[in-house]
């Protein structure tokens, strides 16, 4: 008989025992799958939220910005280096900042001050589309401002709302002015939802006396320009200026990221170690049920490679039927994970490493998503049943013959 035909006869011949192994490879396949998509939504999530809302990808700066922040620690001819930039095919936008103290009522706290092209800044990045409430940023409204939702809570702020900040100006005098709050901001980055006020750049600039420069540029590559490609053709435009990508900025995130993977390894060898001891068991039991059988079989010329190949096959048919039940089960819920999400309800606003989890949390199902569960499937399949299949073949068929 064709062992192909004999192993597929096999697997249904106590088909209780091989009913409950395909139903635990379906089950372990299915979470792992649905379980995949969310991790890989999530960190996927975090890298938009701080490329499209804060951080952009890639930033520059003058040289030792990061570790002095400064006023006066400016990138001098701006808008002229936007232009340049926007010429070699990216996007970019002036950011201008500055600290001090904001106080509303009876309340205060420090602030961090940003001034931004109302106009410009929602092409490269996606913060106007982040507002829990009010209105974006308008020239029109030069003494309307944006802030972040922590700070809004802290200070007791609502749409409407007077805000009094105070800082230093670049001349050296008290800068102060009375603010109206326009729009409040969704939980997006947590430093900018704990103290982000949001300014146009004219009404900062005249508030802290900078009538030029600034003090950093974000940009947003062209789609197939790699993100250190794209940051090497900036440094060649801006020599003498400090240039940094996202991942730079923000190392505990990036190195998450590439760690994802790994980690997602990790958690699926410690499922499918409880199935693989499962298949294990079963296929042992099998073995030992069919010893006269396998001595036939042996007798009659079968080689050992010839009869440890049934026993693979044998657990590649379970393998293979699990594989089309646990699609067929996570369809529907890998579907609703991508496009509805799940509502996480009061983990949203969740800070991890300085980006804060959304109100939805969706998945991120592709092919490349989805053949790490299925591939380590099989592979664990593969060892659970190399023992039993070893154990079959080398049955010495007088022996076996003989066995009660």
Sequence with gaps: MNIIKMAWRNVWRNYRRSSVTIVAMTLALVVELLYSGLITGMFLDMEDDITEMDSGDIQIMAPDYLDRPSLYATVPAADAL?????????????????????????????????????????????????????QWLDDADPRGVVVGRGLARTLSLKLGSEVVVLSQSSDGATANELFTVRGILMSVASGMDRSAILMPEATFRELMVLPAGAHKIILQRPEALELNAAADQVRALVPDQQVMTW???????????????????????????????????????????????????????????????????????????????????SAGPMWYLQAHGLNVGSLAGMSMVGMTMPAIWRGYYTLETVQLPIIMLFVIVFFAVLYPGLKAAWIRPVEAMHHQ
């Design 82 to 134: 936007v232009k340049r930039l926007e010429d070699a095919g990216f996007a970019a936008t002036p950011r201008l900042m500055a600290g001090g103290l904001a106080a509303s009522g009876e309340q205060s706290a420090g602030v961090g001050l940003f001034g931004l092209d109302p106009v410009r800044d929602p092409t490269v990045l996606r913060l106007n589309t982040a507002l829990a409430e009010g």
């Design 247 to 329: 991942a730079e900025l923000n190392p505990m995130l990036a190195q998450m990221l590439e760690g994802v993977q790994a980690a997602m390894v990790v958690v699926y060898l410690i499922v499918y170690f409880a199935v693989a001891i499962l298949i294990l068991n079963a296929m042992l039991m099998a073995v030992f049920e069919r010893i006269r059988e396998f001595g036939v079989l042996k007798a009659i010329g079968y080689t050992p490679l010839q009869v440890l190949s049934m026993m693979m096959l044998e657990g590649l048919f379970q393998a293979t039927v699990a594989l089309v039940a646990g699609l067929i089960l």
